[in-house]
């Protein structure tokens, strides 16, 4: 997301989507290694 307008929808979109594949691999590392406590 180099150089994209954070007004644009798209770039808001592509964001989003990032976050989203970022976030699936750290649960799922957390969850490999138990270090999620609650």
Do not use: R
């Not at 954070?6 to 964001?15: E, N, P, R, Y």
Request: no cysteine; hydrophobic share 40%.
């Amino acid at each position: 997301i180099h150089g994209g307008a954070m007004g644009s929808a798209f770039t808001q979109v592509l964001a989003n989507i990032y976050m989203l594949e970022w976030e699936q691999d750290l649960i799922q590392h957390q969850l490999k290694h138990k270090e999620i406590y609650g």
